[in-house]
């Protein structure tokens, strides 16, 4: 195949060394975006003959879009190996942003033909690279809130401008990588991708779930057993994996699409089908390993996108919460003092709004005490808050403590949340009362508080992006789920209400 003698089986041990050096290099920094563990070599050997069992002729032009030190070019070149000649490269090439893994993957590869571009793949254009007839890949599986706003619109960039579909800022980073590799594809080319497995019900995977119903031919969908990998993402195991194998080529309705789980890729445990049709119509394409249909198919629920939990049980909270009447009495300073929003039961408005401190509006409000200087520091800052931490009582200071900090009085302070739930009166339409924080004020008992997780991991940053209003109009459209009774508030059942609104509602923006 390659008109020379090289030795694919020593290359790939020498690779395999390589790749634990570099991982526990990269190990090091826990906070690394991109980090993630190696593709099993039998894995990898098992997704690239599945592959060319779709690919069209011999004459092979490759394509590893997130190349790491280039494990599937190496099963590639295994099985071509074992094919004694049959297969033919034309072009191979491999894109890797990281500097270490680019170079070895380089000075292992390139004397196979394998070129390597040591860039970020979601910056290249169309005219960047050949087209491939072959792409196999297993994409960084970084979560959307480790990516940041300038990772994520030029990643949205590139998917959009390949496919016409653009993903919402709830994506994780692997779908992005597929849609945006779609501009590189040659007619009838076959790609197979290894991917966390949650994208076939994730509402933040429509996009690309579209994508392989209406812009290529899917042909099979093999999902591993949980753990089969061995394998973590960053800062958290996945645990559930799958295969995609796809040609680029338009599908008809009728076309099938195989459906295998457990086991090996040539040795699944069980096997099903379901059309392009069937698939289009579904947002949740786990059940069809389960049922086989679609009619079996649950909706989302609102703990699907949000974060939703009890207000702030504030420890030792007779010590800590005072009015902001006496605490400017005391003369405390106003950066040891936080906006505590009042009680429910004292809130009869649907937006709690703010005053030019961002305190809520209101009359007698009261504030949270707490600081994390030590007490030298806050005796030249902050006497008056010195002093009065020297009337707490042991009990006050054992409540506060925390492990992780030797101030007792150093709370750890919870963010403002923009949406609060009350329990629903009779004239509000769905089964909660939904109100608007505009202030920095902390929720504490008796609130029920929710904190989307829309695209980025703090809500802070999407204040210019979300119309609350418009999206408390879509909370109130959940229907209640027993009528007429109104559930009793608790954060599990505000979490498990039926989100289809709030995914239609989202969708609306890809």
């Known amino acids: 195949m390659l008109g020379f003698d090289f030795d694919v089986t020593g290359t790939e041990t020498v690779r395999q060394t390589g790749q634990t050096f570099l991982e526990k290099l990269r190990s090091e920094n826990r906070e690394h975006p991109f980090q993630q563990s190696a593709t099993p070599f039998s894995i990898a050997s098992d997704i690239t003959g599945l592959a060319l069992r779709y690919h069209p002729g011999t004459q092979i032009r490759f394509l590893e879009p997130c190349l790491g030190t280039g494990i599937f070019f190496s099963a590639f070149l295994h099985e071509a190996d074992n094919r004694s000649g049959q297969l033919q490269i034309r072009s191979a090439h491999g894109v890797e942003h990281e500097e270490q893994f680019a170079a070895l993957a380089h000075d292992l590869w390139a004397p196979a033909g394998l070129t390597v571009h040591e860039l970020d793949f979601m910056a290249l254009s169309e005219a960047d690279l050949p087209k491939a007839t072959m792409v196999l890949s297993r994409p960084p599986a970084t979560q959307h809130h480790r990516l940041s706003s300038d990772d994520k619109i030029r990643a949205a960039d590139a998917a959009e401008a390949a496919t016409q579909f653009r993903p919402t800022g709830l994506t994780d980073l692997y779908n992005y990588y597929v849609l945006a590799t779609h501009k590189f594809l040659a007619d009838g080319a076959v790609s197979a991708w290894l991917l966390p497995t949650k994208f076939l019900h994730h509402t933040a995977g429509r996009a690309l779930r579209t994508y392989l119903t209406r812009q290529v031919r899917l042909q099979r969908i093999h999902n591993f057993d949980s753990g089969a990998l061995g394998v973590q993402g960053h800062r958290e195991e996945i645990l559930d994996w799958s295969v995609v194998v796809f040609t680029n080529k338009t599908a008809q309705p009728t076309d099938t699409v195989e459906l295998t789980a457990g086991g090996e890729i040539f040795g699944a445990e069980t096997s099903t089908t379901a059309t392009h049709a069937e698939l289009a119509d579904s947002s949740e394409w786990h059940l069809f390993w389960q049922h086989g249909e679609a009619a079996q198919i649950t909706s989302p629920l609102l703990e699907d996108f949000f974060f ?34 009042p009680p429910p039961d004292q809130v009869d408005t649907k937006i709690i709004g703010a005053d030019d401190w961002g305190y809520p509006e209101g009359d007698n409000r009261r504030v949270v005490l707490t600081s994390h200087d030590d007490l030298y520091t806050l005796e030249e800052k902050d006497p008056a808050f010195r002093q009065y931490l020297e009337t707490a009582d042991d009990e ?68 210019h992006d979300v119309d609350w209003h418009e999206l408390v109009e879509v909370l109130e459209s959940i229907p209640t789920p027993d009528p007429p009774a109104k559930p009793e508030l608790s954060p599990s059942a505000v979490a498990a209400l039926d989100a289809t609104a709030v995914a239609d509602w989202l969708a609306s923006f890809d």
């Open 308 to 341: 939703i939990r009890r207000g702030w049980e504030i420890p030792g909270g007779k010590f800590f919460i005072q009015s902001e009447n006496r605490a400017w009495a005391l003369g405390i300073q106003p950066f040891h003092m936080h906006p505590l929003l």
């Open 396 to 463: 006050t200071k054992a409540a506060a403590q925390r492990p992780d900090s030797s101030r007792w009085y150093s709370l750890h302070l919870r963010r403002p949340a923009p949406i609060l739930v009350q329990p629903a009166t009779e004239q509000d339409p769905g089964p909660f009362r939904f109100i608007i924080n505009e202030s920095n004020g902390i929720a504490g008992p008796g609130w029920v508080t929710m904190t989307p997780n829309l695209g980025f991991a703090k809500p802070w940053f999407l204040n």
